[in-house]
């Protein structure tokens, strides 16, 4: 059983679709760098051998990841190739390598790379969607076992055309010889469903390219018995298991010393997804503190002749896997609440200084988190973090609540610039933000994450829900 299971693990890399999408990028960056420094300097030093060894690492598997929308790919592919171009142009001049590179070829590849990337996928998504290409790549499918996963498994083949599978058949002994039977959105013929011991027989007469088993554990027995059958075909043989119908966060396939083991709740920042998430939150967050340093001067003098108290309010919160973190905030109150009762802010609340109201609104009061980025206790973007207090009330009351932990918190993230930011008045207030703070780690990406930053900086000058 495990051996089957092994194979699902590996054949899901290794599919044309998933090959391209992840080489395209960095095959391209570099194909394009190379090319214009034999254009322009006409041999190629070593120095570029390591720098493109750097944009292989930064760009690697690629942000081709929105292949129906255009406008999506786009801003997509931009926001990850700046953000590239961004981190090497940081470390080539803190490091004084930059000036050994030629400002001709960095120039004429930071333009002209992106350009050729947007119209490479738009190229390559006509392409992989052609009929010719759909043909080639054609499989046959049956489908053992009739559930919920047997459904949902037909629903997804049959929506996604670019899989270009084409399912002949359903097996399942409690189905024969019904009239009619629901699979997807589709009622079937009773008749397409045979016998599960004819399985063996009807893949080698009709050449069938993958089986696909939906039976439950409990059936062990009789899957066991079905392994056994289809030793005598060439199919590929595919294990569905129901785990798969729970709402998976960050789901993939591992393995430990050989034996395969299922992420069901993971987090999106391991291996290098991890180091690419903390060099961007190094390079972001120093930068803009560099930048924005004659504006916290100034918002720390307004806070220390508005009222009297200190000018960093400082709160415990929950950080990373749910331990317990210190963030700093511009004091923006005349209290300073970090205890068992914390009240969230409201509208024209009493605790809130003039000048508070100012930074709040703007949310200057939010700029010394930049600092806990820089010391790894948050990142730029992320689930935002709760008080203490808040935490223990809304665990009890929010299924799923502690996930949002599998991540560091963020100064900004989906849910606020998804309009839940401020008061949440109501559970389902809560609730709706907690959504957000889930499918961001679901889908989190390089240009997710710079979609988010710029998405805060307009809603800086116009969210009525900042006070």
């Known amino acids: 059983m495990l051996r089957f299971q092994q194979k699902l693990s590996f054949s899901k890399s290794l599919t044309i679709n998933q090959m391209i999408k992840i080489l395209v990028d960095p095959v391209l960056i570099i194909f394009m760098l190379f090319g214009l420094i034999l254009l322009i300097e006409g041999r190629l030093s070593s120095h570029y051998i390591v720098l493109s060894i750097m944009v292989f690492a930064l760009s690697f598997p690629g942000s ?4 129906g929308n255009f406008v999506k790919d786009m801003l997509a592919t931009l926001s990850q190739w700046f953000l590239i171009v961004g981190i090497l142009l940081f470390f080539g001049y803190a490091t004084k390598y930059l000036p050994i590179f030629s400002s001709q070829v960095l120039m004429a590849w930071v333009l002209i790379t992106p350009l050729v990337l947007v119209l490479t996928h738009r190229i390559m998504r006509h392409y992989l969607m052609s009929n010719h290409y759909l043909a080639y790549i054609k499989k046959t499918a049956v489908i053992v076992g009739r559930n919920e996963l047997c459904h949902q498994l037909h629903s997804r083949i049959e929506g996604n055309r670019q899989l270009s599978i084409e399912i002949k058949g359903y097996f399942d002994d409690l189905t024969v010889g019904n009239p009619k039977v629901k699979v997807g959105n589709q009622l079937l013929d009773g008749h397409m469903f045979r016998p599960m011991n004819e399985i063996a027989d009807y893949v080698k007469r009709h050449a069938i390219d993958l089986i ?10 009789q899957m066991m018995a079905l392994l056994d059958d289809l030793k ?3 199919a590929s043989i595919y294990f569905v298991p129901d785990f798969f119908m729970v709402d998976l966060i960050q ?7 050989g034996m395969p083991v299922v992420a069901m709740c993971e987090t999106p920042f391991t291996s290098f997804n991890g180091m690419v998430k903390r060099i961007s939150d190094i390079v972001i967050s120093g930068v803009l503190l560099l930048l924005l340093l004659p504006l916290l001067v100034i918002v720390a003098v307004g806070v220390k002749l508005s009222s009297k108290g200190p000018v960093l309010f400082k709160q415990r919160r929950y950080g990373l896997d749910g331990q317990e973190i210190i963030v700093y905030k511009f ?5 300073m609440e970090d205890g068992a009762t ?42 935002r973090p709760h008080a203490v207090t808040h935490n223990e009330m ?15 918190p963020g100064i900004t993230g989906w849910a606020q610039v998804n309009g839940c930011r401020g008061e949440t008045k109501t559970v389902e207030n ?5 959504e957000y703070d889930l499918e961001y780690l679901k889908k989190w990406s390089l240009a997710l994450d710079l979609r988010i930053i710029l998405k805060t900086i307009l809603l800086v000058f116009k969210d009525s829900k900042a006070y």
């Open 342 to 383: 914390v009240m969230q802010a409201t509208l024209n609340d009493k605790r809130v200084t003039a000048f508070g109201k100012i930074i709040r609104k703007t949310s200057l009061d939010e700029l010394p988190q930049f600092i806990n980025v820089l010391q790894g206790r948050m990142s730029v973007v992320g689930p």
């Open 212 to 221: 696909y088993i939906t039976l439950p554990p409990s059936m062990h027995v």
């Open 430 to 434: 809560m609730k709706e933000r907690i």
């Open 251 to 257: 789901g993939r396939i591992d393995e430990i010393d």
């Open 64 to 67: 081709w990841h929105n292949q």
């Open 394 to 408: 809304y665990r009890k009351l929010i299924k799923g609540y502690m996930i949002r932990h599998k991540v560091k």
């Open 331 to 335: 004091r923006s109150m005349k209290v």
């Open 232 to 234: 005598d075909t060439t």
